[in-house]
């Protein structure tokens, strides 16, 4: 018997003889389940309309709260001498009582007393929707930790909003399914509903809602921003320091929709990244400019020509893609003299299309008059960053000014914005938020409307509850459907899946790194931004579930837009999913009246029959409402049972399609059994196991003891053996998985098994669905024995003699007679080890053959028998990498002296409040000055998210047997390999190596840590993918008021103030938690 015909021909009567009695048993019971057709541009049109529906209803919630918000604030009368017990709210931070000035890791952390509050004291009960606690009787509100709450403008604020709370409740009285509404206010106060306390962090709270992804994007329209930084000789210290963390925080206001470069200027200007255009602000981009930016050395003089004529230059350039809206230029500088009205004349007048905004950066004497005058002649603002506690909020105020022309437009600027999705602060988990800009609508006393942007009013979605509206299971095991917006970004996608999530920034997966990359998807992802409606059949490669192996499949896409928004959808369907199985199973047949299914089918679902039925695993599904999950299957199994002595599987809390399809699985699986299973002795084929697994969720082994070394998953949708038995013809091999620094165990106790597994395919009436898969289990042990005997092509073991082969020779290789000098083994189409005729092998089983023999591996490669394919996941989670602290580092805090306390710059430029939130910066969160593995908002992570190279190997087109010769000198090997009709196997005859001389580089497989920047990203950037921004642009306004440019700081605090605070940062700087040098968030 040729081993050929072992593998695919006599052990079928294990896995064959299953799959067509399988497909037998279905046939027969063909009276109790319905064909059903799934038709994609119906499903695709429903799903479309269903999901604009459900934004459409926020929508109009939004509108109503936009509109009261603006009524509300005109109102609203200015108080000056309102007090803080006045007002009556619920501070959401009020139960806080103590903010620790350090990691609460460590013990001798000082604490800051925080300010006693008038807040509500209000209790809350659980909420299912919300996740969390909440009060649906008021709403909450958050003010920044360096904002006083006291302040005039606060306590203004707070009473005007007060207001809003009887909207949110009649918006929850229309629409129950709310969730979050909030109005985030252009002074950095938040008021959200329904209440809830604030999540307490472990580090100082940095929350301000005018950084969060949803406020930005509703704020102002897309903008092409260049940064330039003045590096000359006299920006030194902790000057320089400064301007870096105050370019970071500029980089943290850009979205995805907004370009942006960044350079640095002496005598001359040059980019401070690789990046010689604007790039889109995207968060891989924004990291590399955070990186590089902390390279600057400051040195030279000072020629604002030069980096004016760099950033214009850079604005004028069309060959490139960007936001083509607000244009505009920061510039971060000590001082100077020079106006550079020629430049300002060359290239800005007297049109003005490109606004500037300079900021004067530490603490000096120099005259910032010119700094002003550049600002206010051309529509920008004029900035004063003194000290680290002034940064964030001058690094975003520019937003205020970029909202003008928008607030002067009126109703045309109203326009409903979607974001991308990003990850909810108050635990709602992923979320993507509408957002409408709410205009001050109050005038002058000569009738001058107001160009301030009072805020942005935001209504967040959970994904999960878009997802509830898109079909699962009708699909089958590998259809799915998508969404992705303007930026090509997935709203919706099985494999968006962050590990680690980032309050600060929005969660940007492209769906070209969703899936694997190929010029078809590329065209249909560039349809979809175009908001085109399409369908494609497509052969294209997909990567398997659990990321080891690549296929090539076919797949039908469809897709249409989702009107009224920027997204649109997309369904995903393999061929063998046109058709779905529908269980009709009748009262009469659930109530045991038919022979066929029967009630006493459940009597199989429960542990006391799993002795002779074989051990039931059910996915874990929502059959019904109140069925109660556990992560245990077996009492998920006895949940389900109690559940159903209940209620009927008709009940109108239970999912009919679910529970009637569950039920005959039930049915036929246990028929497979008894007409099958039982009558077989699973030890004359040396099988640990058999076992079906169905689209009804059931996944039945057998016998039962084998379901105690049984590792797949429940759910047979997230089981990597079903979805690709569906996606290939004949038997898939699967060895356990074993990474390369896997040693083995001893086999004589420890039973390790390989799953070969099938489709089970039905054809009814020339429709064609496969439901099921089947399998088995072998017993690697007596496999392997079995593999020498079978591989050795002999029939008479007796006669067996030793011969060695050549390419030329027509003798047969012999696996058993020639083991001491032939390695012969079976690879998977991953090329992962399956069975070896070498003991020396057996417990590497399952590893990457490269681990194995990277020589032989090497030349399977290079002869073609492997294609390789690399990709990048971005959404991996690391271990935080160590940072170098080399070198000295300076004061983290500038502590003014005696002179600088009289000089009129230092009372001109510092306030006592701007005093404290220094302190507050520098003191509890050093983060500011240092690379921490800390998010913003206060929350540690101990693992940081990083990107993943993986490496998958799949077969070429070669099918052939290959014979050839390893050529090494006198250390050449010969090797012989066949791929195996029908099966994902490869077998392969080799020589064994005879000396160390023909080692090769090891292929690698696993999967490792990229780094930090992708090589090629700076070529990537002149290859952009194709986006859209939003389609209106609000940059420019005729009748816009530009007198408001930034006259520098005119509140004087009172000389007690800036002594106690002075003494508090004396402190400060002479305590024992010195501050490391600066650098990013």
Not at 124 to 144: E, G, L, M, R
Not at 402 to 421: H, I, S
Not at 825 to 834: H, K, P, T, Y
């Amino acid at each position: 018997m040729s081993f050929l015909h072992w593998c695919v021909g006599s052990n079928e009567r294990g896995r064959g003889q299953a799959e067509e009695n399988a497909a037998e048993i279905y046939n027969e019971n063909r009276n109790l389940f319905e064909v059903k057709e799934n038709v994609p541009r119906k499903l695709v049109e429903k799903v479309a309309g269903d999901i604009e529906s459900l934004l459409a209803k926020k929508v109009r919630a939004l509108k109503r709260l936009a509109n009261a918000a603006e009524k509300f604030q005109k109102a609203h009368h200015w108080q000056d001498n309102i007090r803080e017990e006045d007002i009556e709210y619920y501070d959401s931070k009020a139960d806080t009582e103590f903010v620790s000035a350090v990691s609460t890791d460590d013990p001798d952390g000082e604490e800051i007393e925080r300010e006693k509050s008038n807040s509500l004291k209000l209790e809350f009960t659980d909420d299912a929707n919300f996740k969390t606690k909440v009060n649906y009787s008021y709403a909450a509100v958050q003010i920044p930790t360096d904002i006083y709450k006291g302040s005039t403008v606060i306590l203004n604020e707070l009473n005007w909003t007060q207001a809003l709370e009887d909207v949110f409740i009649e918006n929850r009285k229309e629409d129950p399914s709310l969730l979050w509404q909030v109005f985030g206010s252009a002074t950095g106060v938040t008021r959200y509903y329904p209440a809830t306390p604030w999540r307490a962090p472990n580090k100082i709270d940095l929350y301000d809602v005018r950084r969060r992804p949803w406020y930005i994007q509703g704020a102002s329209s897309p903008k092409d921003m260049v940064i330039i930084v003045d590096v000359s000789g006299s920006v030194s210290g902790l000057t320089l320091k400064l301007m870096k963390t105050s370019v970071c925080e500029m980089l943290d206001t850009l979205s995805d929709d907004d370009y942006v470069n960044v350079a640095s200027f002496n005598e001359k200007a040059k980019p401070v990244s690789c990046f010689k255009h604007l790039v889109q602000a995207n968060i891989r981009n924004k990291k590399v400019f955070k990186e590089d930016v902390q390279g600057m050395v400051a040195k030279g003089t000072t020629d604002y020509k030069a980096g004016f004529e760099y950033a214009f230059d850079q604005l004028q350039n069309s060959n490139i893609t960007r936001a083509n809206c607000n244009k505009m230029i920061m510039m971060f500088t000590d001082g100077g003299e020079d106006r550079v009205q020629d430049v300002f004349e060359k290239y800005n007048w007297p049109n003005k299309t490109v606004r500037v905004f300079t900021f004067s950066v530490g603490q000096h004497n120099y005259d910032v008059t010119p700094l002003q005058w550049m600002a206010c002649a051309n529509k920008g603002y004029y900035f004063e960053i003194p000290s680290i506690g002034a940064i964030r909020i001058n690094t975003q105020e520019y937003l205020d000014v970029l909202g003008r022309p928008m607030v002067l437009a009126g109703n045309r600027a109203k326009q409903v914005q979607w974001t991308n999705v990003y990850q909810d602060a108050l635990g709602l988990g992923l979320v993507v938020t509408g957002t409408l800009p709410v205009f001050n609508l109050t005038e002058d006393n000569s009738d001058r409307k107001n160009q301030l942007i009072l805020g942005v009013m935001g209504i967040d979605v959970a994904l999960n509850d878009i997802k509830k509206l898109t079909p699962r299971y009708n699909l089958g095991a590998n259809g799915y459907v998508f969404a992705i917006d303007l930026n090509g970004y997935v709203l919706l996608h099985p494999n968006l899946q962050p590990q680690i999530i980032n309050f600060r920034e929005p969660v940007t997966l492209d769906f070209l790194d969703a899936e694997l990359e190929d010029e078809n998807k590329e065209e249909i992802r560039r349809s979809m931004i175009d908001g085109n409606d399409g369908q494609r059949f497509i052969k294209t490669l997909i990567k398997s579930l659990d990321e080891q192996y690549i296929d090539e499949v076919f797949r039908t896409y469809t897709w249409a837009p989702i009107k009224s928004t920027n997204y649109s959808l997309g369904l995903v369907l393999p061929p063998y999913s046109t058709y779905y199985i529908q269980a009709n199973l009748s009262d009469q047949i659930l109530q045991v009246k038919l022979p066929n299914i029967k009630m006493k089918d459940f009597e199989y679902l429960l542990p006391n029959s799993f002795e002779s039925e074989g051990h039931v695993f059910i996915a874990p599904r929502e059959y019904c409402k109140d069925l109660d999950l556990s992560d245990n299957n077996t009492e998920f199994l006895e949940n389900f049972i109690a559940l159903m002595e209940k209620v009927t599987p008709d009940s109108k809390q239970c999912d009919n399609f679910l529970l009637h399809n569950l039920i005959l699985d039930t049915g036929i699986t246990q028929q497979l059994v008894e007409r099958v299973w039982k009558d077989q002795d699973l030890n004359t084929y040396s099988l640990l196991a058999v076992f079906a697994a169905t689209d009804g969720g059931i996944t039945r082994v057998f016998p039962n003891k084998a379901a105690d070394d049984w590792e797949e998953e429940p759910e047979p949708f997230n089981a990597s053996f079903y979805r690709r038995s569906l996606d290939n013809k004949g038997y898939i091999f699967k060895p356990p998985y074993r990474d390369d620094g896997y040693r083995g165990l001893d086999l004589e106790n420890n039973t390790i098994g390989i799953l070969v597994s099938t489709a089970v395919e039905l054809s009814i009436g020339g429709k064609t669905l496969k439901p099921a898969v089947v399998g088995v289990k072998l017993d690697l042990e007596a496999w392997a024995e079995k593999f020498k005997v079978l591989a050795s092509n002999r029939t008479d073991r007796d006669q067996l003699g030793s011969r060695r082969c050549d390419p030329s020779s027509s003798c047969e290789m012999d696996c058993e007679a020639n083991n001491k000098d032939l390695i012969c083994v079976l690879i998977d189409d991953g090329g992962f080890l399956v069975l070896s005729n070498q003991e020396d092998h057996w417990y590497q089983v399952g590893k990457f053959f490269s681990e194995v023999d990277a020589n032989l591996m090497s030349a399977l490669y290079n002869n073609s028998f492997y294609a390789r394919k690399e990709s990048y996941d971005f959404q991996s989670v690391c271990a935080p990498e160590a940072q170098s602290n080399t070198g000295a580092a300076p004061r983290g805090v500038f502590v003014p002296t005696v002179a600088d306390l009289l000089s009129l710059a230092w009372w001109t430029s510092a306030a006592a409040w701007s005093l404290f939130q220094q302190f507050l910066y520098s003191l509890t969160y050093s983060s500011w000055f240092q690379t921490e593995d800390v998010m913003a908002d206060g929350m540690e992570a101990r693992e940081t998210s990083c990107i993943m190279k993986q490496t998958q190997y799949y077969f070429s087109t070669v099918n052939a047997t290959y014979n050839a010769i390893i050529d090494c000198g006198n250390c050449s090997r010969l090797f012989h390999a066949q791929r195996l009709a029908n099966t994902n196997l490869l077998f392969v005859v080799a020589d064994k190596p005879l000396c160390s001389q023909c080692e090769s580089v090891k292929l690698l497989q696993a999967e490792v840590r990229a780094p930090p920047r992708d090589p090629n990203q700076c070529e990537l950037v002149d290859r952009p993918r194709y986006r859209k921004g939003p389609h209106i642009c609000f940059d420019y306004n005729a009748t816009e008021d530009t007198s408001d440019c930034g006259r520098g700081a005119s509140f004087t605090p009172s000389l007690g103030v800036l002594l106690s605070l002075q003494l508090l940062l004396l402190y400060a700087s002479t305590s024992r938690h010195p501050l490391p040098p600066a650098a990013c968030l």
